[in-house]
């Protein structure tokens, strides 16, 4: 990342790193998004929807287990070229850089430096808008979300470009840090739902000038990269072109998230992208307590020097840390030594 990059992402919340793919690199990846884009409009088409076309690429059930013993199951849109985006030889030293060092506010300070490095892919998502037609039902998008004390980090990946107006990534830039973020939070109204006027949407009138929108252009090849302290959302599709968008989700060594586990036995994956892939064997935090856990026991395993929270000295201006999802439990007893 070079000063520039890192002075706008510090300032933003994100940037857009241009010419990331190259063209061989998106024929590949748009081929198997074709095909995943077919079999998904037939299935839409015979169940007689065509509102649901947001996410696509179910994922198959494909168990497998790593060297640590945690079993894993799904993947989505799978070859070469998609594994290959794991660790991007572009955005692999960026996403390294801000999860590793806690300056960023992702990386628990309490977390010895040799871990630092070993960041992993929490989880992708795949956002498919077909061209807009006069005919269509109006599109909502999605809410507001994200603040302060995330942890994770989020490369966009546009496989067509997105022009003026199309809509597709949003967010609020600054906010970020907590300076900002406050300032959404002192909005009277659902400022969650109502942040963008669009033919079908509108922003609340009270909105705060200090906190503008951003709608976020990016060509084909280009990466938008996020930090999911950020408050962002989907800005309805307005596009006559389709819209084809890959995120993927990292989170520093360590940290739950969402944990989609991935099948880390493909033989096609490099040594290093199946270390990406695979789950930390102790943590800094606890997985949501929605999820059942019970299989993997060692994926509940704290690290000896899990801390409550993380110092906040070595943030950078304005900067949060990241919260530290622990039970009371957990707690009292870390609190207790
Ligand atoms: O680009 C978009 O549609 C927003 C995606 C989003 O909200 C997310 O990845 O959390």
Request: proline share 7%; glycine share 8%.
């Amino acid at each position: 990342m070079d000063d520039a990059m890192r002075d706008t992402f510090a300032r933003q919340g994100y940037v857009v790193v241009p010419n990331v793919l190259n063209q061989q690199q998106l024929d590949d990846l748009n081929q198997v998004y074709d095909q995943h884009i077919l079999k998904r409009e037939e299935t839409l088409s015979q169940a007689g929807d065509v509102q649901k076309r947001r996410n696509i690429g179910e994922r198959d059930k494909q168990m497998t287990t790593d060297r640590h013993g945690n079993t894993y199951m799904g993947r989505r849109l799978w070859s070469k070229a998609y594994m290959d985006l794991i660790d991007n030889e572009t955005m692999l030293p960026i996403v390294q850089e801000i999860l590793s060092d806690p300056e960023w506010g992702h990386a628990p300070t309490h977390m010895p430096e040799e871990l630092r490095p070993l960041f992993r892919l929490d989880h992708d998502n795949i956002h498919y808008k077909p061209g807009r037609k006069p005919t269509d039902a109006p599109d909502v998008g999605g809410a507001l979300h994200g603040g302060p004390s995330s942890w994770h980090i989020t490369c966009v990946y546009e496989l067509n470009t997105v022009e003026p107006g199309d809509g597709g990534f949003g967010c609020v830039p600054g906010t970020h840090k907590p300076e900002n973020h406050n300032k959404l939070l002192n909005i009277d109204g659902d400022w969650k739902r109502n942040w963008c006027d669009t033919e079908w949407t509108s922003q609340l009138p009270n909105w705060d000038d200090d906190v503008p929108v951003h709608r976020v252009e990016a060509k084909a090849g280009d990466c938008i990269l996020f930090t999911e302290k950020l408050t962002h959302g989907t800005i309805p599709w307005a596009g006559s072109g389709e819209r084809r968008t890959l995120f993927y989700k990292y989170v520093p060594f360590g940290m739950h998230h969402g944990d989609v586990a991935y099948d880390t036995n493909d033989p096609e994956l490099t040594e290093r992208q199946k270390r990406i892939l695979e789950f930390s064997p102790c943590w800094f935090n606890e997985p949501r307590e929605d999820k059942d856990y019970s299989g993997n026991p060692a994926l509940t395993e704290l690290h000896s020097l899990a801390r409550v929270e993380s110092d906040p000295s070595v943030l950078l201006p304005g900067m949060s840390r990241p919260r530290i999802r622990l039970t009371d439990e957990t707690k009292a007893m870390l609190s207790a030594g």
